[in-house]
C-alpha cells in the first residue's frame, strides 16, 4: 500500500507537487498521468527515497518514507526512466550483486534470479556483459531486478520506453499477474492507451496538482457526457494555460471542475 499524505515538494521557492494526497491498495495498478513538467518524476523521486517532501509525508506499507527509509526501501522495487547498469557485470553478476544488497540467502537468491531470468527473457545473454545488451535488455534486465526481492509495492518511471513490442508484451503480462498476487503497481507515463489498458486507476497531474482521480470508466463518463474522445479530454485537462491574473484559480483559468 502506498500513501501520499499532504505532499508537497518546492525546488526553491518553485512548488513542483502541491498538497498531494492519495492511497493506492494492495494489489492496484496506479498510473500517473501528465504533461511535460507536471511533477511525475519528482512525485515518483519521492515514492522511493530520492528526494525528501518539502511538506507532508509518504509511506509504503506503512513505513515513512524519511523516518524509516530502509523498511521502506525493503518493500520498494524501482524501474527509473534511465536505468543505470555496470557495464563490466554480466547480467547474472548485476542481479546477484542485488540480491547481496537485499541479504538474501544464497539458495534463494539463486532461486530468485533464475526465476527472473526466465521471465524476462533473459537466458541467451545473462552471462554477457551489460555493455553489450541494447535498451530493451538493459530495460528487462532492470526489471528482473527490481522484481528479485519481491516487493509489495513497483515503481515505475516510464516503464515501456525503449522495449520492443515483444518486450513491452512480457511486461504487461508480469504486472497483470503480480497485481493479481497483491502486488501495488505505481506507474508514471504519457501514454493514455497504456493507462487504459492496464491501470486499475489514473490520476492526472497538471502543474504539481492531481486534476483528475478515479477509474478509467469514471473518466470515460465524463467523455460521454462532455466530450468526443478520451484523448480530447485528456488533452483538455492536461492544457497548460498562461499563469491566470490575480484572482483567478487555474481550474477557473481551464474552465474545468
Ligand atoms: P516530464 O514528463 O517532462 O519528465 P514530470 O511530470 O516528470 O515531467 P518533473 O520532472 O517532476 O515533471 O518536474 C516538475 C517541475 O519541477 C518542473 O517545473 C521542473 O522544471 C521542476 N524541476 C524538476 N526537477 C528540478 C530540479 N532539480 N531543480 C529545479 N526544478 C526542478
Not at 79 to 85: A, G, M, N
Not at 115 to 131: G, N, V
Not at 220 to 248: C, F, I, K, M, W
Amino acid at each position: 500500500m502506498i500513501e501520499f499524505d499532504h505532499v508537497t515538494r518546492t525546488y526553491g521557492p518553485k512548488p513542483a507537487v502541491t498538497d498531494l494526497s492519495l492511497s493506492i491498495p494492495r494489489g492496484e495498478l496506479f498510473a500517473l498521468l501528465g504533461p511535460n513538467g507536471a511533477g511525475k518524476t519528482t512525485t515518483i523521486k519521492m515514492l522511493v527515497g530520492l528526494l525528501r517532501p518539502s511538506r507532508g509525508a509518504v509511506r509504503i506499507s506503512g513505513h515513512d518514507l524519511v523516518k524509516e527509509t530502509r523498511a521502506a526501501h525493503l518493500h520498494t522495487g524501482y524501474v527509473p526512466d534511465e536505468p543505470t547498469l555496470y557495464d563490466k557485470l554480466t547480467g547474472r553478476e548485476f542481479l546477484w550483486f542485488i540480491a547481496d544488497m537485499f541479504g538474501m540467502p544464497r539458495r534463494i537468491a539463486g532461486e530468485k534470479i533464475g526465476r527472473e531470468i526466465d521471465h524476462f527473457e533473459l537466458a541467451e545473454c545473462a552471462d554477457d556483459l551489460a555493455e553489450s545488451y541494447s535498451l530493451g535488455m538493459r530495460q528487462r534486465l532492470v526489471f528482473a531486478a527490481a522484481l528479485l526481492h519481491d516487493p509489495d509495492v513497483l515503481v515505475l518511471d516510464e516503464p515501456m520506453v525503449g522495449l520492443d513490442p515483444r518486450s513491452v508484451r512480457i511486461v504487461k503480462d508480469l504486472l497483470k499477474s503480480r497485481t493479481r498476487e497483491g502486488m501495488t503497481v505505481f506507474m508514471s507515463t504519457h501514454t493514455l492507451a497504456m493507462a487504459e489498458e492496464l491501470a486499475d486507476r489514473v490520476g492526472i497531474m497538471v502543474r504539481g496538482q492531481l486534476r483528475f482521480l478515479g477509474t478509467i470508466a469514471e473518466l470515460r463518463d465524463q467523455v460521454a457526457t462532455e466530450h468526443t474522445s478520451l484523448e480530447n479530454l485528456y488533452l483538455e485537462l492536461t492544457t497548460v494555460q498562461p499563469v491566470a491574473s490575480a484572482g483567478t484559480t487555474p481550474a477557473e483559468a481551464t474552465g474545468t471542475p
